[in-house]
């Protein structure tokens, strides 16, 4: 994967549920990315699902989501 490590897609829920994450290096690039809403890294999930990104870079932030 290239790209900044910081710089990665993940999601959370179920089908029909899911929230869509976005993690940028530099906040002037959420112009490109209508519709999302700037959280705070409290309110991130502690379980995802890495979509686009470093593996790497995901495992120093989250889990991968189990599925019963």
Known sequence: M???RDMMMIS???PGETT???SLPN???AVAYPGFEE???ADLPTE???LIGHQDAFQ???RFSRRD
């Open 2 to 4: 290239q790209g900044p």
């Open 12 to 14: 959370t829920g179920l």
């Open 20 to 22: 869509v994450y976005l």
């Open 27 to 29: 906040q002037k690039l």
């Open 39 to 41: 959280v705070q890294l």
């Open 48 to 50: 995802a699902t890495l």
């Open 60 to 62: 120093e932030h989250f």
